[in-house]
């Protein structure tokens, strides 16, 4: 099964559309698979995005492959970026503004519904949700003409939802909007000063996107360090993470052979984060004595986790974007092309 980081994907009501992440992000999204999951559900909007004939096909074998369509491809990079894209400076991908992506999203959310109404049902958030979440975080910005046009284009689509609130909420931060841009905590990397006596073991690991919040943690191979450190009082673990874009409750767990030895919480510092954790005598005597892993996030055995090769590829993916013109990236990405001067 394809891992969802390689594959952008859009959950409707009763399907799920799906693209190749290579050409959704080259900006050419030749095509998009449709996913029969319940042809009850997805039959009166899957009728009015490909007509009759074609919606029956597609219900009688479960799936069909069309041409795909610019509101839908939109969607689903704005969604796979959301979740998956790799911020590093260390690597040269900026990070993203969450709320210029939510606010991107509604609007691409508002779309996909005017051509296929219902075909949402049920989906993750709504247009109105999405302008929610995003509306504390866009009255600054680099992109100021460019929010005040989705702002208004927002307000006309809930205004014609008799959506009075939002449709006089949207037009009023169109108004207000102005140049600015967000600040980010971020470091590349820690200053873990000299040797310290003490240390019995050490080494570095990368962090598995899919065991961490998006948005939280630079995208770099080997950013995280540790080391074991025994001393008269107790053993004890250290843990550092380099490259911080975001606070989140983040646990290390140091491994080996899938079992858990030791759980340290980590906290924010300025720009990554750090902790440690006394080992009892037993969990000291392993770490020290066999291979150990170090895992960041979750260490959940149904988590499908995400390889080097995996990380490699989508980076290389991503900063081939910079050389796409200005229409063909998103707002977030825009905006982060304008501060990025300034800001690394």
Known sequence: MTHPLHTPVVATDGALVRFALADLLAGTPGSMRIEISDAAAAEPWLTRLVGEEHAVEAITVG????????????????LWARRWWPASPVLGVPPLDPALLDLEAAVATAAVESIAEGMLDGFEATPAELFDAAADGVAATAVADEVRDLCLRLSAWFDDRDDVVRAETTAALA???????????????????????????????????????PGVLDAAED???????????????????????????????ATHDGEVLAEVPLLLGPGWFAGAADLDDAAARRA??????????????????????????????????????PAGRTLAERAAAAAGDEEF
């Open 175 to 213: 108004a207000a909007v102005e140049p600015g841009q967000r600040a980010y905590a971020l470091a590349a990397g820690t200053d873990s000063g000299p040797a310290e006596d003490g240390v019995v073991a050490d080494g570095r690991a990368s962090v598995d996107w899919a065991r961490v919040p």
């Open 288 to 325: 020290t004595s066999v291979p150990i892993g170090l895992i960041v996030g979750v260490t959940a055995e149904d988590v499908t986790g995400t390889t080097p090769a995996d990380r490699a590829e989508v980076v290389s993916l991503v900063r081939a974007r910079g050389a796409l013109p």
């Open 63 to 78: 799936q069909i492959e069309i041409p795909g369509r610019p509101e839908l491809a939109t969607l689903a990079l704005l």
């Open 223 to 253: 950013t995280v360090t540790w080391r074991i450190v025994a001393a008269p009082a107790a053993t004890r673990l250290e843990v550092e993470v380099a490259g911080a874009f975001a606070d989140a409750t983040l646990t290390a767990s």
